[in-house]
């Protein structure tokens, strides 16, 4: 006889308009460098989604897994160079194997590391607080290097990454585990540091973001997965995947078409002002 015990997540509810804004947002944020998991902390605040452990378990499980929709869209925004690196690893490409080398070796750090201090940064750094000073500082960060031209300083390509600085954009990745630093500001800040020129440094990073987002959402979705879907069933999570696939193609393409005329600059006001409004709506209660 089938149990009748309720799950403890039972009572967790979310709309699909809520998966659609939480899709949104994920979309939109997550290859941007302002944050996506700083973004959709405080959107699932405002939209009173963590109001119990049990529901904040689901969410973050939700937020993580709609991340599919992100992946996809590198997937086919970026499918030529995709495909130069799989034929790399059938032996047909050599500069597809060395982006593949490249990518791989910046994961591995990424991985250990984010192992390694998950349980911390989680316990100490989800929150609207932490995320809202890493905004923040991120932001002034930004200003200072457009400031200064530094995002104009190289000119390396994809293919000149050795594992070395391979593995460096890999151990800087990792500080994105605190959510608000952002995987793609860091990522990109890091590549231009060890030589590549603006436009490889975005690539790479939504490349290196492509393994990282995809490793995360597979164990995620074997940790929590079947709550979640017990919780919302299908249709909610594909939603927001849906709407998350259709808003960061759209993103992407902004995001390449803007640093190629504009420049970084307009990430660090942004940064700054999203950083003051979280910390005002913290310091009034709204939050």
């Not at 509810?13 to 979309?27: C, Q, T, Y």
Request: charged letters at 15%; hydrophobic letters at 55%.
């Amino acid at each position: 006889m089938p149990s009748l015990a309720v799950s403890p997540l039972a009572n967790a509810d979310l709309s699909w308009w809520e998966a659609a804004i939480l899709g949104l947002v994920e979309g939109l944020t997550e290859y941007l460098p302002v944050s996506s998991t700083g973004h959709l902390l405080v959107t699932a605040e405002l939209l009173g989604l963590n109001e119990t452990a049990a529901s904040e378990a689901a969410i973050e499980t939700f937020a993580i897994c709609i991340q599919i929709g992100a992946i996809f869209a590198v997937l086919v925004l970026y499918w030529n160079r995709i495909r130069q690196m799989l034929d790399g690893l059938l032996g047909r490409s050599d500069e597809g194997r060395q982006v593949l080398i490249a990518v791989i070796t910046a994961f591995i750090p990424t991985a250990i590391l984010g192992v390694t201090f998950f349980d911390f940064v989680q316990e100490k750094l989800f929150g609207v607080g932490p995320i809202a000073w890493a905004w923040l500082i991120g932001g002034i960060g930004v200003l200072v290097l457009s400031r200064t031209d530094w995002f104009d300083r190289a000119s390396g390509e994809i293919t000149e990454l050795t594992m070395g600085k391979a593995a460096i954009i890999g151990v800087a990745q990792a500080m994105a585990a605190w959510p608000g630093v952002s995987r793609s500001l860091i990522t990109i800040i890091a590549c231009i540091a060890v030589g590549l020129k603006l436009a490889a440094a975005v690539e790479f990073s939504f490349l290196l973001g492509l393994i990282t987002l995809s490793a995360a959402t597979v164990y995620e979705g074997l940790r929590g997965g079947q709550e979640m879907i017990d919780t919302f069933g299908f249709v909610t999570p594909l939603i927001g995947l849906i709407v998350g696939f259709v808003s960061a193609v759209a993103a992407v393409r902004w995001m390449v078409a803007w640093l190629n005329e504009k420049g970084f600059e307009v990430f660090g006001w942004y940064r700054i002002a999203i950083g003051i409004l979280a910390l005002v709506l913290l310091a009034t209660g709204t939050l």
